[in-house]
């Protein structure tokens, strides 16, 4: 069965440095990967996805994050982060195709970006 | 465009008695989602519909848990009796035929069973 692993519940960081969220999944056939957001007080939103093609995917607000196959780690990160991104992040997949919108949610790590 | 509306936002019942959660989902979103999210966990799906029919339900819990999407659009999802341990913050989502694999979430309810 598929699992999702986020390897810290907290990250504290402070506004500006780099920040690094990290993720890893177990499953025995192929996957699709998303990091969903939640912001205080506001529901889950989609914040990238890794489908197929490029292993490194891009949300419109500077985060990234790589696929790798080989270590089943799909690792958020931002060079620079901002007060506005303090929220809780969340690694999800999907096992592949043929399982419609079913996603596993991995525990949630909470980022902290103090000024 | 306007988003996943759930209600009530916030819920209190002692242990014993019955509740009962509503979603709306995205308009033309065929998918519809029920998570369960404990403190500290991430969500977990409870049931997922196409259209009207519930075509995963294994991690609803059937002796206390219901659910239904008679028209296809909203959804009721109900708990009778409620237990302590079902206290948590309950999700809907939903999602379109073009992209399942996108969902949109409500700002779901939290229950408090006392």
């Known amino acids: 069965a598929q699992s999702v692993t986020q390897l810290d519940s907290q990250v504290p960081v402070f506004e500006e440095a780099p920040v690094e969220l990290r993720c890893n999944y177990s499953?025995?056939?192929?996957?699709?990967l998303f990091w969903y957001v939640q912001y205080p007080n506001q529901g889950l939103q989609l914040l990238l996805k890794?489908?197929?093609?490029?292993?490194l995917v891009e949300s419109i607000n500077g985060f990234e994050a790589e696929f790798n196959k080989s270590q089943t780690s799909f690792h958020l990160r931002k060079p620079s982060v901002h007060i506005s991104d303090t929220a809780e992040y969340f690694c999800?997949?999907?096992?592949?195709?043929?399982?419609?919108?079913?996603?596993?949610f991995g525990q949630g790590t909470e980022l902290s970006v103090k000024p | 465009e306007a988003g996943v509306v759930q209600s009530p936002r916030y819920k209190i019942i002692e242990k014993k008695q019955p509740v009962a959660f509503w979603c709306n989902p995205i308009?033309?979103?065929?998918?519809l989602y029920w998570y369960r999210q404990n403190l500290g966990q991430g969500p977990e799906l409870l049931i997922r519909?196409?259209?009207?029919?519930?075509?995963?339900d294994s991690q609803l819990p059937k002796d206390r848990f219901s659910a239904e999407r008679l028209k296809g659009v909203d959804s009721t999802l109900k708990i009778q009796p409620a237990e302590l341990g079902d206290s948590a913050v309950y999700l809907c989502?939903?999602?379109?035929?073009?992209?399942?694999?996108?969902?949109?979430f409500g700002p779901g309810t939290r229950l408090t069973v006392t």
């Open positions: 999800a997949v999907t096992p592949g195709i043929g399982q419609g919108g079913k996603l596993i």
């Open positions: 890794y489908l197929s093609g490029s292993t």
């Open positions: 989502a939903s999602s379109s035929r073009d992209s399942a694999y996108e969902q949109y």
């Open positions: 519909y196409e259209n009207e029919e519930a075509v995963d």
């Open positions: 308009s033309g979103h065929n998918t």
């Open positions: 499953s025995s056939v192929s996957v699709y």
